[in-house]
Structure formats: C-alpha cells, structure tokens
C-alpha cells in the first residue's frame, strides 16, 4: 500500500532535475511512499524513462515555470503560480499529498509554504531545523543534534523560543527514536542568568514545561560535542553557527593547500593527513543527512540542501515518508496547544502580543 | 629607555603566577617595557628569584587578594580592592602605568577596568576583540582575522555596531600595519536589506563612513576564509561564533578517538592523520596569539586567554606595548571623535538614545 504521497519539487536543487529524478527512484525502491514529481512534465519524463520502477509509485504533475537559486524568493512566489515549487506547496495545501520535499532555495521553499499550507494552530512561527554531526557525548545511536531556528525568523520572543524547543523535541522523539530528548537553549554561558532578558524568560518558561526535558543552557563550545539532542536559537544566531560550522568544515579540507604553500617541511604530514581530511569532511558534510525540516505548518516540509546528489534526495523524501507515518505534526501540535493550555503561560501569551507590537 | 610601563596582573591565569612571570622574563628580553607585577609580593620575588633580569625593567607591587576564575567577577569586583587585578586596573587608571595586561576571568578584567581607567569620550561602549587564525584569502602578511565584540556587551544599537567598526579599524590599522583594513558586518546574507531593521541601519552608517574600508556583509561560512581584516558584531553572536570555533578546533582533534572506537578499517588513516590532526590544532589555537583587548578604554587593556603559558603571556605584554608605542587609544579616541562630529550621525545619535532608553 503506497497510503503516503510525497510531493517533489523535480526542478529544485544545484544539479538539475535528473538528479532528484534518481533520488526519487532510490527512495521508492527502499521505501513505501509514492511520489508526485513536480516540473517540467517532458523532461521529467525523459528522465524516468532511464528507470525500471513500478508505475504505481511516481506520477508526474506538470509545472510551467522554476524558480532558480538565483532568483528573488519573495518575488519569485509572488510573479510565479506555477513554479514547481510553488505547484508543490500548493498540492501539499489542498490534502493532494502529505508532505513537501524540495531542495530548491530555502527561501523559495518557506514561502511557498507559508502561502499554501496552513500553520498548525497555536504555533506563532514556523522554524528551519538542520541535523549535524557531534562527538555524540550521550552515547546515542547515531551522532546528530538538531539545531532551531536557523534562519526562518531573524528575532523570537522567549515563548516563540519556547515552542521551537517543543516541535523539536517532538521532531527528534518521533524521527530519531529518542524517548525524552535533551533540550537546551544556546547562551553566552550555562547560568540561567546569562544573555540578557529575553534569554533569562527563555530559560525560565523552558524550565516550567515539564513534559519537555530541558537541560539548560549551553555555549558555542558545546554544540559539536553532542551533549544534548536539540539546541534551540534564533534565526539570526543558528544561521551564523551553522553557517560558521560549514565554513569550519572547508577550512579543515582547505588547510592542506595553504601548507603546501607556505612551508616545504609540512608537505609530509599533509600528504599523511589526506585520508584524514576526507574522513572529516565526510563526517562533517551534513548534507549527507536528509534535509532540513521545517516545523510548525500541519503538513511535514523537508528542504533538502541546494548540493544534494541522488543520495541526498533519496534520504530526504524517506526522512518526509518517516515523518508522515510517525504523525510527527501530530505530536507538534498536541505539544504546543498543550503549552498553550497551562495556565502558567496565560502571561507569557500577554507578553508575546506586547513584544510583537513593539518590534 | 623603558618609558613604557605596563601593569601585570600576576595572579590571574588557570596556570598560576610562576607561569605569568616567566611571561614577563620573556617579554623584557624582546621588548622596551617595564613591567609591574600585581600580586602577592613574597610569590612574585620568589617566582623572579629563579631568573636573571635588569633590575630596572621589573618592579612588583603587592596586592593581598586574588580573584579565581570560579569567582563571580561582580562580586569580587565590587568586594576585593585589593584583589591583584583591580590594584593593577586602579595603576593604570591613575596613570602610573600605560597598560594593562591579566590572564583572569574576562568579567573580572572587564569590570575592573570599567570602574578605574576611563573609557574614551564618545565611545558609547567598550569591546572585547579577539584574533583568530583564517585561510588568508586577502594574502595579507599573516593570517588572522580581528572578531569583535565577543561578549562585552549582549546587544547593541547600530551606532555602537557602527563604533566597534571604527575601533576595531584603528586597533588593526596600527598593530597588524594594515593602512585601510577591511571591516565587514556579520550578517545572514551578503545584501544590505539582511539581517532586520538594525542590521540594515547598521549597515547603512558604516557604508557612510567615507574613513573606513567597510566592504558589506559577510556569512558565518566566510568568516575563517581571511576575506576582510575586522569582523563586527554584537557580543551574543561574538561570542557564541568565537565558541563554535573553539569547539570545531577542538572536535577535529577529538574526531581521531571517536574513529579509532567505531571502525577498525580507519584505524590506519587514523595514524595517518596524527600530525595533520596536530597541525590543525596548532593554526586554530588561537591562545598562542597573544590576547583578546578590549577597546573603548583611555588605556590599553589585554585580557589574555585563562589557558596561557609563557610564551601567551610574554606575547600579550609585547602586544601592549606595541598598542602604547602605537598610540592605538589616540587613534581610536580621533576617529570615533570624528564620526561623532560628521553631521550625518547627528539624527542617529538621537536613535541611539531612543534604543537606550527603550531597551
């Protein structure tokens, strides 16, 4: 029974719609979705007539136009109707499919979301979560962490703060298999009295939601090192640390050239180091991993990064299928009106609307 | 000639004050200062005891309290007058010394020169800067990047972002000899419109700034890549960035046991990797690059990093001397003057004191 359909952006990504098109293949083969791909009808289907697959599993659904990597999101949505992406999202609205994989550019991809598939009630901003790679210091079994927001709001307030940490709990129980996930909120220091205001009420409501298992704070330094399974931030600084920790990760891939260049007596050690370099590229490429979900619309979105090879898409569409069968928005949206519900935050609620007006 | 005179706390450090002078032996050797050492007298004379020196180029003044680095910096600010680092910020204040150099607990730094040594007028707020090792890509003579502020402040308005631009120009300008360093902002994308309505406004003072260099925004992924010479931000983001790297370079060492634990077949490339592993720590310890100043102040601060040996110490006391040779407080205390002065800030000025008060 194919019960779940996943709706594929097919002109989304760096590397042309052929690749999401074997992606696509990968994933039927390993998985029990079916999938709805979105583009340019023709070439999509030229592409799958290089595959042998069960007719069953992959409908084509024609989209006239794209948007590129390169093109203005916000003015793309807008002048665009039938852009894949934006066909997709809507598909996804009208209850056509359960879930929206793209690996088009983020921006593109959160507001076709925005604009065709409804928020979950109660929660105030989505947010973009990315998996990364960590020394895994809590043993789990494999050795992610799942950082939010990293750039769907540039500034929250404690409560919006608050409910990223509970759709990403929820996200990382259900997808990963993790009971009562580790929850922490990134500060300039572990002290509940650290960071200013805002941070202070952060940690304050986090730290009354009992339903969630919230550590504390944590710092910079501990993000790789794997000591909680969800980091909870605002778009403006997770985008800044995840963008800082790609940067890092090509730094160390890089480092050998700029050796080679400056001193002649470390040639040795870097043409020792090659083997090393590819294993941490390898293991810091989160790309790798699936994409990047984004939380809070009542229909599951996963961005897969604009690089993504066949492996990638692959990964991406079972993550949506994963996602899908676990009712992961389900869970997110019983937690958050639970939050909602305790009298404790009747409060908070007044001064989120207060902050709201005054920003 | 020893006309310059710089304040050393001696008991500040997580390697205790033997460490600390043989930092200052170092340092006298290489340099034209004359060094003060705070702290318990019988210590210091017997640490100095050890070595042979010019009498005149070493002098101890006795301070009876320390502050630890578990210490509250508040507290101890506020209770110990005679805590070494507070006698030798009070030195330096009443203008019996040029400087100020102490490897103790960055609060206890910060706040003992913010109550003695006065902060340069106009300047809105004092920051903590911090080197940090890049892959050089403007091929400048060495291969560092200036970061600030890393923690002095949470946030700040777009004026003060605009400040720490003019500051941390000045500081780069004359210490790395750079004529026309360029500054960048860190925002979460490269366009002027990024970032919400401080970043934008920030963005649009510096770019009016016809003295400085400034060459727009720059993503968390560029930040090791050395493309611009000084790096402003807000202390939150500073300071979080500054730990995620500590963290990265601290990861790569550690991925090594990680491997040997999960996959025999690694174990080979594992050994491989050893020296390349030990290289890449070495570039990204950024503690052997002397120390973190901290700008605004009358009088140079050093803060130089918890974990230094001699060889830090002795390079921050030569980094102070250089910044009083230099005259970089004279240079920053001009430029801010003037920035102060151009009637284009005037209407911002007035922003600024609506965001004081509003915040």
């Known amino acids: 029974m194919n019960s779940i359909r996943i709706a594929v952006d097919a002109m989304g990504g760096d590397n042309g719609h052929e690749v999401v098109i074997k992606g696509a293949i990968n994933a039927i083969s390993a998985s029990p979705v079916k999938i709805i791909l979105i583009g340019d009808e023709k070439k999509i289907a030229d592409a799958l007539s290089k595959y042998k697959y069960n007719g069953d599993d992959i409908e084509i659904l024609h989209a006239s136009e794209e948007i590129s990597m390169h093109d203005s999101p916000k003015k793309s949505v807008?002048?665009?109707?039938?852009?894949?992406?934006?066909?997709?999202?809507?598909?996804?609205?009208e209850g056509k499919a359960d879930a929206l994989v793209s690996a088009g550019s983020t921006g593109s991809v959160v507001?076709?979301?925005?604009?065709?598939?409804p928020r979950i009630s109660d929660v105030r901003r989505t947010a973009i979560a990315t998996v990364f790679p960590t020394m895994n210091e809590l043993k789990r079994d494999d050795f992610f962490s799942f950082l939010l927001d990293v750039g769907a709001n540039?500034?929250?307030?404690?409560?919006?703060?608050?409910?990223?940490?509970?759709?990403?709990?929820?996200?990382?129980?259900?997808?990963?298999?993790?009971?009562?996930?580790?929850?922490?909120?990134?500060?300039?220091?572990?002290?509940?009295?650290?960071?200013?205001?805002?941070?202070?009420?952060?940690?304050?409501?986090?730290?009354?939601?009992?339903?969630?298992?919230f550590v504390g704070n944590i710092e910079g330094k501990d993000i790789l090192r794997g000591v909680v399974d969800v980091i909870v931030t605002e778009g403006f600084v997770g985008n800044i640390v995840i963008k800082t920790l790609e940067g890092a990760s090509k730094t160390v891939g890089r480092l050998g050239k700029l050796a080679f260049k400056t001193k002649i007596s470390w040639k040795l050690g870097l043409f020792m180091l090659r083997k090393g370099i590819n294993f941490v590229k390898k293991v810091t490429d989160y790309s790798e991993y699936g994409g990047a979900p984004l939380l809070g619309f009542e229909k599951m979105v996963i961005i897969a990064h604009g690089r993504s090879n066949a492996k990638a898409i692959g990964n991406a569409i079972k993550l949506a299928?994963?996602?899908v069968s676990d009712d992961v928005c389900g869970h997110i949206s019983t937690n958050i009106h639970n939050f909602e519900r305790e009298p404790e935050h009747e409060y908070t609620r007044l001064a989120t609307k207060r902050y709201r007006s005054e920003n």
Request: with cysteine; glycine share 8%.
């Open 78 to 93: 807008e002048s665009k109707p039938n852009a894949s992406v934006v066909v997709a999202a809507r598909l996804v609205g």
């Open 111 to 117: 507001l076709s979301a925005a604009k065709y598939i």
């Open 154 to 213: 540039i500034h929250c307030s404690a409560e919006e703060l608050a409910q990223f940490a509970i759709m990403g709990s929820a996200y990382v129980s259900d997808v990963r298999g993790i009971p009562n996930p580790k929850v922490a909120l990134l500060n300039i220091g572990e002290e509940s009295s650290k960071g200013g205001d805002k941070m202070k009420e952060a940690y304050r409501i986090l730290n009354n939601i009992k339903s969630l298992n």
């Open 321 to 323: 299928g994963k996602c």
